[in-house]
């Protein structure tokens, strides 16, 4: 079984940046497609950002393109989330997920990681 | 994009009751289509994928049905600890859309 943990997760004034890390175990890591999902509080499932096992295809979702990027490091067992101009609509409880292959759903899902953006 | 409704947006049940939740989508997804259970506090869990295959560890009281553009998630005789949200997502194409959810409620 196995697990992500993500960190990174802090209050941050609009315009600012933030990077937000996740840590894989227990499976191979290099062998599946990765996604960043977040959650507003109170609110429902949004999928931001997608990266393929050997980091050659990302997708990104309207409301982040151009201000997210998605990156991993295979070596490291590692995803990450570089967000640049934070605005206050990407508060949110950012989760990282893995896919059981390309267009599989979500098996294993991390913890979340808290981000806030408030001046 | 593909916009999933998920119907109800509450249940309240009792426990051993049946609960029949609903997804439709804006357009066929054929049977790309998962189940999650969210409790507060927690990250999702998977429960339902390929519309009817249940996930490692759930218990047989879960199942899915459908295909196309409407889906049903059915918990057979509730639990306590079934009180949840249940959100439905797509996994035809970018961006993989969630529903709105429907929380479940057991009385």
């Known amino acids: 079984e196995g697990q992500l943990l993500e960190s990174g997760g802090h209050l941050v004034q609009p315009g600012g940046s933030l990077r937000l890390s996740c840590a894989a175990s227990g499976f191979t890591f290099n062998n599946y497609a990765m996604h960043w999902v977040r959650q507003a509080p109170g609110k429902g499932l949004e999928c931001v950002a997608y990266i393929s096992g050997a980091s050659s295809t990302t997708y990104y979702t309207d409301p982040v393109r151009g201000r997210f990027t998605v990156s991993r490091d295979n070596s490291k067992s590692t995803l990450y989330l570089q967000m640049d101009t934070l605005r206050a609509e990407d508060t949110a409880l950012y989760f990282c997920?893995?896919?059981?292959?390309?267009?599989?759903?979500?098996?294993?899902w991390g913890q979340g990681a808290m981000v806030t953006v408030s001046s | 994009e593909i916009v999933l409704t998920q119907s109800p947006a509450t249940l309240s049940l009792s426990p051993g009751e049946r609960a029949t939740l609903s997804c439709r989508a804006s357009q066929s997804v054929g049977y790309s289509l998962a189940w999650y259970q969210q409790k507060p506090g927690q990250a999702p869990r998977l429960v339902i994928y390929?519309?009817?295959s249940r996930a490692a560890g759930l218990p047989a009281r879960f199942s899915g049905s459908g295909s196309g553009r409407d889906f049903t998630l059915t918990i057979s005789s509730l639990e306590p600890e079934d009180s949840a949200v249940y959100y439905c997502?797509?996994?035809?194409?970018?961006?993989?859309?969630f529903g709105g959810g429907t929380k479940v409620e057991i009385q």
């Open positions: 997502q797509h996994r035809v194409d970018w961006p993989p859309t």
């Open positions: 997920a893995k896919a059981r292959n390309t267009y599989g759903a979500f098996d294993i």
């Open positions: 390929e519309a009817s």
